[in-house]
């Protein structure tokens, strides 16, 4: 029987989020949904409960700093400690930079950049005061490779790595560090791309993912190994992509 974590996942509420959620919950892990979907994330706590599994649901956006605090903090509450956070609200629209769309420029910055430091910023105090815990940063193989149309969510990618890199090395080694870089896999990230020739060579590139449970799985093993093994990258991408 796998020891019960209380788990905070952020972007919860579809893909890998609600993925993770789903997993961990049936091995025996109290789950903590965040996201700002609030009807989805009670549909799928209600999905976990009737499975026999424990979940919250929680409004949550990783943009607002209180927010976040707010998420932890209730959950430490609640709970009496969080274990891991798994930092995975992200979004993707991808354009050429002569698009010049400066506004979904910034959006991208502040939910996949200030969304990790926001819940970096809210857990690592419980976690220093425990002397445990567990970061787990969804980053992408963005993160280790530029292509035309992603160089500004490849650069926000690149900085979840090295951000989870650095906070690898300053911690105590009592808190583990974790960074997943998953290559193709189903998710709605093509559909916020709004540049129209951009969307179609997106589809047309996405047409073999692997599923976001081969990520949740990937969580799992990270998350389950004993408090002296610390797992700090994983890879994960389909077979044929290269």
Not at 19 to 39: E, P
Not at 142 to 148: I, L, S, T
Not at 165 to 179: A, D, F, H, M, Q
Request: hydrophobic share 45%; net charge negative.
């Amino acid at each position: 029987m796998t020891d019960s974590k209380v788990v905070l996942i952020t972007g919860a509420s579809s893909g890998i989020g609600q993925a993770t959620a789903l997993r961990l919950a049936s091995q025996g892990h109290h789950v903590v949904l965040g996201a700002r979907r609030t009807d989805r994330l009670a549909a799928l706590a209600e999905r976990i409960r009737d499975a026999g599994g424990s979940a919250d649901p929680h409004h949550l956006d990783v943009t607002d700093q209180q927010s976040v605090t707010t998420f932890v903090d209730t959950a430490v509450a609640r709970h009496g400690r969080i274990d891991v956070l798994v930092n995975n609200a992200g979004v993707g629209p991808l354009s050429r930079l002569d698009a010049l769309l400066t506004d979904e420029w910034n959006h991208t910055i502040d939910v996949n950049i200030r969304g990790l430091l926001h819940g970096i910023a809210a857990a690592l105090p419980h976690f220093q005061r425990r002397g445990a815990g567990h970061f787990v940063t969804i980053a992408s193989v963005g993160a280790h490779e530029v292509m035309p149309t992603g160089a500004v969510y490849c650069a926000t990618k690149y900085a979840a790595w090295a951000i989870t890199e650095g906070l690898r090395l300053e911690v105590n080694p009592s808190i583990r560090v974790t960074t997943i870089s998953p290559g193709i896999v189903e998710s709605e990230i093509a559909d916020a791309t709004t540049d129209p020739a951009t969307r179609e060579a997106i589809r047309a590139f996405r047409k073999t993912p692997i599923s976001a449970d081969a990520i949740a799985a990937a969580i799992s093993y990270a998350i389950s190994q004993p408090s002296d093994v610390d797992v700090n990258e994983i890879v994960i991408r389909p077979t044929t992509q290269r």
